[in-house]
């Protein structure tokens, strides 16, 4: 079973889902997939979404309430906007966390530019007890014109989230090529829906499991999508995920 770390199921407080009525019907096709678990991230961002964790945690609860049979396991974090004082605003609940005992920070960077001084920023964090997550780092202008620009946070031991719709093209060869590629640099902890709509991106696992298997084997597919995602749910560590293309391994193997 899956379990969606990073979707957009909260009604009316981003650019999510609508209604209860459309979160139950996301909920239900994302039970046909197999997802057991999903953790809930409305967008936290000063100038666009000003969500504040108490309406969240308000609206959260009703969503829980509503959806109590749908044989999906809930939990509430959020997705948050990259500032400077990440650490703090962990520390004066301004922001919320992801996971069993708020272990994780899924952090959105800017699309065009990593932030001067990001390292430091998400070093702090890490100090303070919370592991930064970065969401979708395929879907940045600037890890698309050269992934090593990540390297650094990489080696600091950031963790990586990749979108199921990024593997299997969805926005496009450009953003499928990054993943491929940031995946076989070993740096990628694992993927999640980054659901917003049902009828715009449904959750999409098995048919990104299927090419993720494909490319890097069952084992590769099995810990990004399966375990990864269930552990940072239960608040346990995870590694990133070492990617080898399959074609390359076989071929060396069978002449
Ligand atoms: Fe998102």
């Known amino acids: 079973m899956y379990t969606d770390v990073h979707c957009h199921l909260l009604p009316g407080v981003d650019d999510g889902v609508e209604s209860f009525k459309e979160a139950e019907a996301w909920l239900k096709r994302a039970r046909e997939e197999k997802v057991a678990r999903v953790i809930v991230t409305p967008h936290i961002r000063p100038d666009t979404y000003p969500n504040k964790p108490p309406e969240l945690k308000r609206r959260f609860a ?24 990440l650490a703090e605003a962990v520390a004066r609940q301004e922001i919320l966390a992801l996971g069993a005992g708020g272990r994780y920070l899924l952090v959105e960077l800017p699309l065009a530019v990593l932030p001067a001084g990001s390292e430091e920023v998400l070093y702090r964090l890490r100090l303070s007890g919370v592991e930064p997550l970065i969401a979708h780092p395929e879907r940045y202008v600037f890890a698309q014109d050269e992934p090593m620009r990540l390297a650094e946070l990489a080696r600091e031991g950031t963790l990586f989230q990749i979108t199921t719709h990024s593997v299997t093209g969805g926005f496009g060869g450009n953003i499928q090529r990054t993943a491929f590629r940031l995946l076989e640099l070993g740096w990628v902890a694992l993927i999640a829906s980054d659901a917003h709509k049902l009828s715009k991106r449904p959750p999409m696992f098995r048919e990104a499991v299927r090419v993720i298997a494909n ?11 399966v375990e990864n995602p269930r552990r940072l749910f239960n608040g346990e560590r995870i590694e990133p995920v070492a990617c080898r293309p399959r074609r390359w391994r076989l071929g060396g193997l069978s002449g």
């Open 215 to 225: 490319r890097y084997g069952k084992e590769a597919a099995r810990r990004l999508a």
């Open 62 to 85: 009703e969503l829980v309430e509503r959806s109590r049979d749908s044989g999906v396991e809930l939990s509430l974090g959020a997705e948050v906007y990259y500032r400077h004082d």
